[in-house]
C-alpha cells in the first residue's frame, strides 16, 4: 500500500468525485481512478460505490476511511516530530483563527515569525471559534485563536487582548458628531448586523429591551461588507475599534464611544494541555507574546 493512494482515497471520500479528488491531489481522473483499484484489489472489498457522478464510501470504505484519517494525522505527528530535533524551527505550522483575527491580528505576528524562521511553512485553518476549537481537540491544528469565552477541559486557554466595541457611522450620519450614544438614540437608525458570531449574540442581548423599536436593515456575512456599508450611509453598526483603524485613518467612518454600556471582544490564545508543542508552534507563541508585550500588536489588553 502506497501513502499516496490512502490520501488520493481520504479525498475522493471527502470531495465525492474522482475529479474533484485529482483537483486536489494534482493527479489526472484516470490516475485516481487506478490508485483506488489498486487499494481495493489489496484490501480485497469495494471501498467506493460509483453511482452517475456521485462517489460514496462503501461500508469497508467507511471502516478505512477512519483508519486513513488516523494514519495521516500519525504522519503529521512524525514529521514534527522528527523536525523538533533540530534547534531551529521547521516543518510545518498549524494554525486556527477565524476571518476577523487573520485579517486584522495576525498579518504582524506573521511577518515577524517569517522574518525569524523562513524555513517554516504556515498552514491556517480559517473557521469560526467553535470550528477551530473542534480542529486543536482533534490534534488537527496545534494553535488556535478563539474569540472567548470558550469552554474546552482540553485545551490551555489565554487572554492575549481585547477590543471594545463601539459604534460606527458614516461621517455624513447625525451621530458622527457625537462622542458618545446611548443604546435609545443608536436604535433610532437603520442597523447592519452580522449575520453570525459572538458580536452578534452580544448585540442581539444589548438591543433586546429596544426590539420594538429594531430597523434591521441587512444581516451580512462579513465585517468588510458591514465597513463597506455603513461607509455608504446605509445604517450603522457596532464593531471592534480594531476592526475598523483603516477606514478610519482613511475618513470613511467615524467610531463613537457607547454612552452606557461597555463591550469587549476577547481573544484568547488556546492549544493541548496534554501535548507537547513542536518546536515551530513554541517558537510562534514566543514571537505572539514578545509582540503583545511590547504592544506592536494592534489590540493590547487593556483595563
Excluded at 167 to 187: E, G, Y
Excluded at 197 to 218: A, S
Excluded at 220 to 233: E, N, Q, R, T, Y
Amino acid at each position: 500500500m502506497d501513502f499516496d493512494q490512502l490520501i488520493t482515497f481520504l479525498e475522493v471520500a471527502k470531495q465525492g468525485s474522482f475529479s474533484r479528488a485529482g483537483e486536489k491531489v494534482f493527479r489526472s481522473q484516470s490516475a485516481v481512478s487506478a490508485q483506488i483499484r489498486q487499494l481495493e484489489q489489496e484490501y480485497g472489498d469495494r471501498l467506493l460505490d460509483r453511482s452517475g457522478k456521485t462517489v460514496k464510501l462503501t461500508p469497508a470504505g467507511q471502516v478505512l476511511f477512519d483508519y486513513a484519517e488516523r494514519l495521516k494525522l500519525l504522519r503529521e505527528e512524525s514529521l514534527i516530530a522528527v523536525a523538533d530535533h533540530s534547534s531551529t524551527p521547521r516543518g510545518t505550522l498549524r494554525v486556527g483563527a477565524n476571518e476577523a483575527t487573520c485579517l486584522y491580528v495576525l498579518p504582524e505576528v506573521f511577518a515577524e515569525y517569517c522574518r525569524r524562521y523562513p524555513p517554516v511553512q504556515i498552514n491556517i485553518y480559517r473557521n469560526f471559534s467553535y470550528k477551530v476549537t473542534e480542529k486543536l481537540e482533534n490534534g488537527a491544528i496545534e494553535v488556535g485563536f478563539l474569540t472567548l469565552p470558550i469552554q474546552s477541559p482540553s485545551l490551555e486557554i489565554q487572554t492575549i487582548f481585547r477590543d471594545k466595541l463601539v459604534l460606527m457611522v458614516s461621517p455624513k450620519n447625525p451621530l458622527a458628531k457625537q462622542k458618545s450614544a446611548a443604546v435609545r438614540d443608536i436604535v433610532k437608525h437603520p442597523l447592519l448586523l452580522p449575520k453570525t458570531g459572538h458580536t452578534r449574540r452580544l448585540l442581539d442581548k444589548l438591543f433586546r429591551p429596544h426590539r420594538d423599536e429594531l430597523q434591521v436593515r441587512m444581516e451580512l456575512p462579513s465585517i468588510g461588507m458591514i465597513k463597506s456599508f455603513v461607509a455608504a450611509d446605509l445604517g450603522v453598526s457596532i464593531i471592534s475599534a480594531l476592526f475598523a483603524r483603516d477606514e478610519v485613518a482613511a475618513g470613511r467612518v467615524k467610531l463613537v464611544e457607547l454612552e452606557d454600556v461597555e463591550l469587549f471582544r476577547e481573544l484568547g490564545l488556546a492549544y493541548r494541555r496534554d501535548r507537547t508543542l513542536s518546536c515551530a508552534s513554541t517558537a510562534f507563541i514566543e514571537v505572539l507574546r514578545q509582540l503583545t508585550t511590547a504592544n506592536k500588536i494592534h489590540a493590547p489588553i487593556r483595563a
